[in-house]
């Protein structure tokens, strides 16, 4: 959604679906903020943006998550190319 303030705002949900550990659980919310911060530069302003994991991405290496949020930006045209 657009949030009319000039910058980006980003929410991670990482539920105990995914794992009933809570230090499995941040981090892939430290892996997902990272996956962000190597596109940061790229993604357009104003706009405020929520990712949900889903079970099984805490089994899934760095690179699988950095393209996986990647994809996900493009797809939804988020990404100044």
Request: overall charge positive.
């Amino acid at each position: 959604m657009k949030n009319n303030l000039g910058l980006n705002r980003f929410g991670f949900v990482v539920s105990q679906k995914v794992s009933k550990k809570a230090t499995i659980r941040n981090k892939v919310r430290r892996r997902l903020t990272e996956a962000i911060k190597v596109r940061a530069k790229n993604i357009k302003t104003g706009i405020d943006v929520i990712l949900i994991a889903l079970p099984g991405i805490e089994k899934k290496e760095f690179s699988e998550i950095k393209e996986i949020v990647n994809n996900a930006l493009i797809k939804s045209k988020l990404i100044i190319i």
